[in-house]
T-cell receptor, first 111, second 116 residues
Framework: DAKTTQPTSMDCAEGRAANLPCNHS???????VYWYRQIHSQGPQYIIH?????ETNEMASLIITEDRKSSTLILPHATLRDTAVYYC????????????WGLGTSLAVNP | EAEVAQSPRYKITEKSQAVAFWCDPI?????LYWYRQILGQGPELLVQ????????DSQLPKDRFSAERLKGVDSTLKIQPAELGDSAMYLC??????????????FGPGTRLTVL
C-alpha cells in the first residue's frame, strides 16, 4: 500500500472551510484514498473515500488531483466538533486489505 | 444506525493478570478487525477475521495475545499475562467483506487498557 504524508497539525476558524492536504505520490492505479477522523478517546470515524473522481457526502468533499498524487479533504463549514485527528490512507479495494495508518493531521477548530 | 459494540470501555489491571475484550460487529459484516493504538500513534492491525477464520495475525504477539471468533459473529481478544507495554486503546472494526469491492471499515468506541 502507498505511503501517505500529511501535515502534523492545522488550525481553522469556526465556520470557515478546513482544507486538509494529503500526499500519496506512489499510489497505484487501483488504490483508493480513504479518510477517517478520530475525536479524542473515541474510535476512528469513516469520512469518505475515492479513486479518481471528486467525491462529496454529508460530511465532507474529497478532491483528488488528476495525477492522483495528492488529495484534499474539505470540511465546508468547520465547527468545534470537527476538532480531531484526520487520517489519510491509501488502500486497495476489497476484503483482506489492511489499512496502514500514519500519524494523521491534528485539526484544531478555533472559536 | 448500526454500530460496532465493544466492552468494557475501560479496563485497569495489574501486570501478569489476564484481560479480555469483547466486540460485536455490525450485523451482516463478515470481516472483523482488532487494532491496538498507542497514545499519539495511528492504529496498528493485530488480527483480521473473515467469518470465523483468521486471515491476518502477523502482528499479533502470539505468546500472550489470542483472538477468537467462534461463530463468525462476535469476537474476544485476550491478553495473558498483561505487561506494562500493553497499555493502549484496543479498537474493533468490521466491514462487509466483499471481495474485489471497496470495503469500508467501521470502528467501535474502543477499550482503554491501563496496566499497572
Amino acid at each position: 500500500d502507498a505511503k501517505t504524508t500529511q501535515p502534523t497539525s492545522m488550525d481553522c476558524a469556526e465556520g470557515r472551510a478546513a482544507n486538509l492536504p494529503c500526499n500519496h505520490s506512489t499510489i497505484s492505479g487501483n488504490e483508493y484514498v480513504y479518510w477517517y477522523r478520530q475525536i479524542h478517546s473515541q474510535g476512528p470515524q469513516y469520512i469518505i473515500h475515492g479513486l479518481k473522481n471528486n467525491e462529496t457526502n454529508e460530511m465532507a468533499s474529497l478532491i483528488i488531483t488528476e495525477d492522483r498524487k495528492s488529495s484534499t479533504l474539505i470540511l465546508p463549514h468547520a465547527t468545534l466538533r470537527d476538532t480531531a485527528v484526520y487520517y489519510c490512507i491509501a488502500s486497495y479495494a476489497g476484503n483482506n486489505r489492511k489499512l496502514i495508518w500514519g500519524l494523521g493531521t491534528s485539526l484544531a477548530v478555533n472559536p | 444506525e448500526a454500530e460496532v459494540a465493544q466492552s468494557p470501555r475501560y479496563k485497569i489491571t495489574e501486570k501478569s493478570q489476564a484481560v479480555a475484550f469483547w466486540c460485536d460487529p455490525i450485523s451482516g459484516h463478515a470481516t472483523l478487525y482488532w487494532y491496538r493504538q498507542i497514545l499519539g500513534q495511528g492504529p496498528e492491525l493485530l488480527v483480521q477475521f473473515q467469518d470465523e477464520s483468521v486471515v491476518d495475525d502477523s502482528q499479533l504477539p502470539k505468546d500472550r495475545f489470542s483472538a477468537e471468533r467462534l461463530k463468525g459473529v462476535d469476537s474476544t481478544l485476550k491478553i495473558q499475562p498483561a505487561e506494562l507495554g500493553d497499555s493502549a486503546m484496543y479498537l474493533c472494526a468490521s466491514s462487509l467483506g466483499l471481495a474485489g469491492r471497496t470495503d469500508t471499515q467501521y470502528f467501535g468506541p474502543g477499550t482503554r487498557l491501563t496496566v499497572l
